[in-house]
Nanobody, 125 residues
């Protein structure tokens, strides 16, 4: 049984920082791509960042480039999302996910098989 548990969300002022963590279990985590997605109130879930199984390939959605950093520690089965220079538009529930296929990474929501329950990030103006 694959489980993903996010942590690190909270309330922060504009310009502040947060570091999200996603702890994975139940699968050989180290050979799967991981992604972060977010869903704001009244909006569809959207891609934020993805990292390949070995960390060699990283992609971001344009609005977060230069402000967010995705990383992973395969020995700890954990993926991180460092979020700096936060803006009110970043307010959303952030979820991590694991790709359906080994040695694969993707920007597409449907390419991910398992999802965490999410952690709330609120940025006040």
């Amino acid at each position: 049984q694959v489980q993903l548990v996010e942590s690190g969300g909270g309330l922060v002022q504009t310009g502040g920082s947060l570091r999200l963590s996603c702890a994975a279990s139940g699968r050989t985590f180290s050979i799967y791509g991981m992604g972060w997605f977010r869903q704001a109130p009244g909006k569809e879930r959207e891609f934020v960042a993805t990292i390949s199984w070995d960390g060699s390939t990283i992609r971001y959605t344009d609005p977060v480039k230069g402000r967010f950093t995705i990383s992973r520690n395969n020995t700890k089965n954990t993926v991180y999302l460092q979020m700096d220079s936060l803006k009110p538009d970043d307010t959303a529930v952030y979820s991590c996910a694991v790709t359906r296929w080994r040695y694969y990474s993707s920007l597409t929501l449907n390419d991910y098989e398992y999802w965490g329950q999410g952690t709330q990030v609120t940025v006040s103006s």
